[in-house]
């Protein structure tokens, strides 16, 4: 049993468009040894979403490919979480500056790791056996996000009064997007139906675990979640996604015959 | 967690174990705050090819060497002492390979 090409898109989507937000830290990381741990982090996920990809686009069948996917679809078509597509700093008025902050990436990535790892394990029984055997491979990326993401934000949140400061401010700020995780996409609901995939709202307890204590080790508190639900996954997307789709795309768009 | 500044972040040697080999061999150094952070980014910055299936880190301030200004003492004299060598003893057949 096929898992439905939306969910699969929802996925590849994620996994994509968070590697690049990753890899704006390539040559800027806070030192050599974790700007070459982020990049590696960010193809992993590259690798993760042109597996997806490549499923979804014989799916569809046609001219349909990886590319074709990644790189002729627009804002409105991606079907990626919005914690995802956020910029690498935390909120701001106006057109003031910011500066890129690493803990904003870590918490980011962390939320997202915790449940890739409860996802993909749970995929690892899915009906659809490609999708199974991509979820074996990339349950073990996961693993590590979440060990490298989870052992960053400890040190900041339990370091200094700078590092905490941030690390709480990047909480406060990205936790309210994780809502989106537990509401199911019409795509979802589908991938349950068939026995692609797990609900999400199943998901959650093993999540809630992971965090809370990673964020009591980190000596950070959790905040008040309001019921904000953003929709990235709905296809309602934040202002800044069709800025990152623009970069990533460009070069494709201009030369769309380009081998590489 | 104590995390000291990263200007005070130590410098530590990395051996890797590849899936052929039987020892760790030294492939590099790295800055990281902890053991445990140092053996993470080992694994970043040395395996990311496949290249090791066992990480050692250490700190590089634990390793004692020789001083190259002694390299004549402590080297040249074991360049003429052929004898040293195990090769004018005739080894018995029933020996086999040694």
């Known amino acids: 049993m096929t898992a439905p090409t939306d969910y699969l898109l929802q996925l590849a989507d994620t996994a994509l468009v968070l590697a690049q937000r990753n890899a704006e830290w390539c040559g800027h990381g806070p030192v050599l040894e974790e700007d070459v741990a982020m990049a590696n982090l960010a193809l992993d996920l590259i690798g993760q979403a042109r597996l997806l990809y490549q499923h979804a686009a014989t799916c569809i069948g046609g001219a349909a490919s990886e590319d074709s996917l990644a790189y002729f679809r627009d804002a409105a078509e991606y079907r990626c979480l919005t914690l995802v597509e956020l910029p690498n700093h935390g909120p701001r008025s106006g057109g003031a500056f910011s500066q890129p902050d690493y803990a904003t990436t870590i918490v980011r990535n962390f939320f997202h790791a915790a449940l890739m790892v409860t996802l993909w394990t749970e995929l690892q029984q899915s009906s659809d056996a490609q999708l199974a055997g991509i979820a074996a491979r990339a349950r073990k990326e996961a693993c590590y996000h979440l060990h490298h993401c989870g052992d960053w934000l400890v040190r900041f949140g339990d370091g200094t009064e700078e590092s905490h400061a941030r690390a709480q401010a990047a909480v406060d700020h990205l936790l309210p997007y994780t809502e989106e995780f537990w509401v199911p996409s019409p795509a979802e ?24 204590a990673t964020l009591t080790a980190a000596t950070l508190r959790r905040p008040v ?22 970069e990533m795309q460009c070069v494709a768009r201009a030369h769309p015959e380009g081998v590489w | 967690m104590t995390t000291p500044p990263l200007k005070d972040w130590p410098l530590w040697e990395v051996f890797v174990r590849s899936k052929q080999g039987l020892e760790h061999k030294h492939c590099g150094s790295l800055h990281a705050a902890d053991a445990r952070q140092a053996l993470h980014l080992a694994r970043d910055v040395y395996t990311r090819r496949q290249e090791g299936v066992s990480i050692w880190v250490v700190p590089s301030a ?16 074991a360049a003429d002492k052929i004898y040293r060598h195990p090769s004018f003893y005739d080894i018995p057949d029933d020996v086999g390979h040694m």
């Open chain 1, 225 to 246: 979640q309001r019921g904000y639900v953003s929709q990235g996954k709905f296809g309602l997307h934040s202002e800044h996604l069709s800025y990152l789709l623009a």
């Open chain 1, 189 to 212: 609901l589908a991938a349950v139906s068939n026995g692609s995939a797990p609900h999400p709202a199943t998901l959650r307890a093993a999540w809630d675990g992971d965090v809370n």
């Open chain 2, 62 to 77: 634990a390793i004692t060497a020789s001083n190259p200004d002694d390299k004549a003492e402590l080297f040249d004299p």
